[in-house]
């Protein structure tokens, strides 16, 4: 284990400072992301140098279009999650304690030798919500950017400004997924808050890192027209005109064994209001 960062210590325990939610956690309790534990009046980051995932992908896969296109990346994840969507498409890692899932030992500094010894330009942190596991991404990154690696994070954006701007530095691209831009939509199905996410996407941007953004169609529940057209406007008033937008396919999953998955002819639409709102490079995943 290894101590966290971003924490203040209270009488009964901590409050973790990571994210949004300030988890208040009590001796030999956990946060909401279950990878962050209480113990002697210390936070501890339960899943560091414990990936329980890796696997060596195409950049297109993060999704990332317009990034080093036609490379591959080591991806890497580890056990955790600030967000509770009903219908994560990767519940069995990111729902779940680091003890619950089967996980390799590699220390950051053999992530990276993984990395060039399989000659990959970039690694991706990647999966779950690698924020949740904040110091293990922070240890990796800076090794690989000292080795001319690329870093890349495929994030909700949950997270605190102190611990993005750390980060900034070091990030070279991140994929953010947009849940709707519907405040209630991220209390009622995600267990989180959008406000956080926009400000730390503008934040990203203006670091000059490269970023895209992903829109999950959930059937009815935030793929009408009005939903996609909203989150076009934003794009388009913040200047993100440019950025990739990857409207991509619900399939149930998780918590959610209906509705079905989203028709294909919602996705075309969905990319046309998008076009028609002024964004430029739009694309459709899962089909």
């Known amino acids: 284990m290894k101590e966290a960062r971003f924490y203040t210590t209270l009488e009964d325990g901590v409050e973790c400072r990571l994210c949004p939610h300030h988890c208040r956690i009590r001796e030999g309790g956990r946060g909401l992301c279950r990878s962050r534990e209480c113990q002697d009046g210390k ?17 297109e ?16 994840s580890c056990t955790g999650c600030n967000l509770s969507c009903r219908w994560c498409q990767n519940s069995d890692i990111s729902q779940v304690a680091p003890e619950e899932a089967d996980n390799y ?7 990276v030798d993984l990395c060039l010894r399989r000659g990959l330009p970039s690694i991706a942190y990647t999966y779950t919500e690698p924020l949740t596991w904040w110091e293990y991404l922070s240890d990796i990154a800076v090794l690989a950017r000292g080795k001319g690696l690329k870093n890349i994070l495929v994030s909700a954006g949950f997270v605190e400004k102190k611990p993005l701007q750390e980060l900034l530095p070091l990030l070279d691209a991140a ?5 709707a831009l519907d405040d209630g ?10 406000a956080p996410v926009l400000e730390n996407i503008l934040e990203m941007k203006a670091a000059g890192v490269h970023v895209e953004i992903t829109n999950l169609l959930v059937t009815s529940l935030n793929d009408s027209e009005q939903q996609v057209d909203a989150l076009c406007r934003w794009m388009v008033d913040n200047g993100l005109q440019d950025v990739p ?43």
């Open 105 to 111: 030992r590699l220390s950051p500094e053999e992530v």
């Open 175 to 179: 994929n953010i997924d947009i849940k």
């Open 61 to 76: 896969k993060k999704p990332l279009y317009h990034f080093l296109p036609g490379t591959q990346c080591l991806s890497l």
């Open 245 to 287: 937008l990857h409207l991509s396919r619900y399939f149930p999953r998780y918590k959610m064994s209906e509705p079905g998955p989203t028709p294909k002819a919602t996705l075309l639409r969905a990319r046309q209001t998008a076009l028609d709102a002024g964004v430029k490079n739009v694309y459709l995943g899962n089909v």
């Open 43 to 59: 936070l501890y980051a339960l899943s560091y140098g414990r990936p329980c995932a890796l696997a060596i992908d195409p950049v």
């Open 185 to 194: 939509f991220y209390h009622r199905y995600c267990g989180a808050a959008l």
